[in-house]
């Protein structure tokens, strides 16, 4: 198979896995997974070319293609799970498929624990068992304890970086924002930390990448999930406020870079471009279809302040979103925990009591004994206390 097929077939995956994402946060009937499944459809065709049937064999921990393992990212890595748990060693997808039996594989790709029941063949989408056997037969086992691990967020594989900067990239030139890739990469997000024992695992590892737009953004993100799911936001919301963050930071790729970038403090002429990013953000996202209105005004709000001390300036008797607001004490700790060409990143416990401080007048005081709180059950799961990591967070 050409590695133009190959990449297909990774994103027919990713679009299947994202769909398993979306339909367990909501149902089978979201417009999100219809559109999904669709797109799903398209990178099957292109996979397929020429041939009859795709065949996916799952061997020890390795999903084999063409007598070669794909190359392992989050969706295929939830796929090797899901096969694992229900005892299916190999996959066919065949020509013809439809959009229904589409939608029977993400349901499946949706239930958890280990279990082999509901597991039927269609015409055109066929399961292989694996005979579950402790013995030396040499078969997989399903004990879901011996199962392999669903990635961290730190193993985001590198084309999730390159969509992300993609995203921003065509942004800058003054292109639509493709909002659909960023659906994915929160839904990943969501996807894992409502998985996972630790819900904001992976900030660590990410600090070593060196996109600082990147990393930034899905710090951001993570946190604020985390701090959502902490007072019990679910649903669309949570989506929303995750894609909120991820944009949170938009508006400052219409400020030149040697403003961003200068190592010395601004003078008031810079300092007046950069508080013009908020609105530029917002404005640029207002204009982009698919976005949600509440990533419109977390852009526009999130250097305002519990106490309206920041900017933009509104005036009037406006307040900041609830997003907003927890978005302001997210963007504070990563960028003050941030090694950057103007300074060095600050010590966690300072950086706690800095945001304590502010506590009432720039930040919302109960939304940071939550975010607080948030960071507390991160230490109290580690066995090195964050303040002890120099690269954590």
């Known amino acids: 198979m050409a590695n133009e097929q190959l990449q297909h077939l990774q994103t027919l995956i990713r679009r299947l896995t994202t769909a398993a994402a979306t339909a367990s946060l909501y149902d089978l009937k979201h417009q999100q997974v219809d559109f999904l499944c669709r797109q799903a459809l398209e990178h099957f065709a292109a996979a397929l070319g020429e041939l009859e049937e795709i065949s996916l064999m799952l061997i020890e921990q390795e999903l084999i293609f063409d007598n070669s393992p794909l190359e392992q990212d989050m969706a295929v890595s939830r796929l090797i799970q899901v096969m694992q748990q229900r005892g299916i060693g190999h996959l066919k997808l065949r020509q013809g498929m439809t959009k229904e039996e589409l939608l029977e594989l993400v349901e499946l790709l949706t239930k958890r624990g280990a279990t082999s029941t509901g597991l039927n063949s269609t015409e055109h989408i066929r399961f292989g068992r694996i005979e579950v056997d402790s013995g030396a037969g040499g078969n997989i086992e399903s004990d879901p304890d011996q199962l392999q691990k669903f990635p961290p967020l730190a193993e985001l594989e590198k084309r999730e970086l390159a969509q992300f900067m993609e995203i921003y990239q065509s942004a800058r030139a003054g292109k639509k924002l493709q909002i659909r890739g960023l659906n994915e990469i929160v839904g990943s997000f969501v996807q894992v930390l409502s998985e996972q024992s630790d819900p904001i695992l992976a900030l660590a590892p990410l600090r070593k990448m060196d996109e600082y737009t990147y990393t930034h953004s899905t710090n951001v993100c993570i946190l604020n999930i985390a701090q959502a799911n902490r007072i019990g936001i679910k649903g669309q919301l949570l989506y929303d406020i995750g894609i909120a963050a991820m944009l949170h930071d938009i508006g400052k790729l219409f400020v030149p870079q040697e403003i961003l970038q200068k190592p010395d403090k601004l003078d008031d002429r810079e300092w007046q471009l950069m508080q013009e990013h908020p609105r530029l953000g917002a404005e640029y996202l207002a204009n982009t279809p698919g976005v949600p209105r509440l990533a419109v005004i977390t852009a526009y709000e999130h250097h305002m302040r519990y106490d309206g001390s920041g900017y933009p300036k509104p ?32 010590d966690f416990d300072k950086i706690c009591s800095i945001i304590l401080k502010e506590a009432g007048t720039a930040l919302h005081p109960l939304l940071v004994k939550n975010f607080l709180q948030t960071l507390t059950q991160l230490d109290s799961s580690s066995h090195t206390p964050i303040s002890d990591r120099p690269e954590s967070l």
Not at 320 to 335: G, V
């Open 315 to 346: 005036g009037g008797t406006w307040q900041q979103h609830l997003c907003s607001q927890m978005t302001t004490i997210a963007d504070s700790f990563d960028a003050m925990r941030t090694h950057r060409a103007y300074r060095i990143g600050m």
